[in-house]
């Protein structure tokens, strides 16, 4: 079976910058919403962002907008989330979801994601 695959996690400097990819493979999740969550140490899975199918919808979390930016790229079938001016309270396992298009469209909800990739690391230290 297919599943979602995270990387590009790692340890970065407060202020530095990662770019994270999302492996989905199609065409099951062509037409699929996609984002991120994320969970740090003693924390509640947090919404990140999320993009519609068609990649002209995007949805952020508050702390995090105008820091990360979610993208997918049809042709090479991945989900991107560049983030920029990390911080240490950014320091988070964080996961690629998928979610069966369906109505209301939560993209904010964890419930609404049917699908989701093993997670990848990010710490944020000096």
């Known amino acids: 079976q297919v599943q979602l695959v995270e990387n590009g996690g790692g340890l970065v400097q407060p202020g530095g910058s990662l770019r994270l990819s999302c492996a989905a493979p199609?065409?099951?999740?062509?037409?699929?919403?996609m984002g991120w969550f994320r969970q740090g140490p003693g924390k509640d899975r947090e919404f990140v962002a999320a993009?519609?199918?068609?990649?002209?919808?995007?949805y952020y979390g508050d702390s995090v907008k105008g820091r990360l930016t979610i993208s997918r790229d049809g042709a090479k079938n991945t989900v991107n989330l560049q983030m920029n001016s990390l911080k240490p309270e950014d320091t988070a396992v964080y996961y690629c979801?998928?979610?069966?298009?369906?109505?209301?469209?939560?993209?904010?909800?964890?419930?609404?994601?049917?699908?989701w990739g093993q997670g990848t690391q990010v710490t944020v230290s000096s």
């Open positions: 979801v998928a979610a069966r298009p369906k109505s209301p469209e939560l993209y904010y909800s964890d419930h609404y994601y049917e699908n």
């Open positions: 199609g065409p099951t999740f062509t037409m699929y919403p």
């Open positions: 993009v519609s199918w068609n990649d002209q919808n995007t």
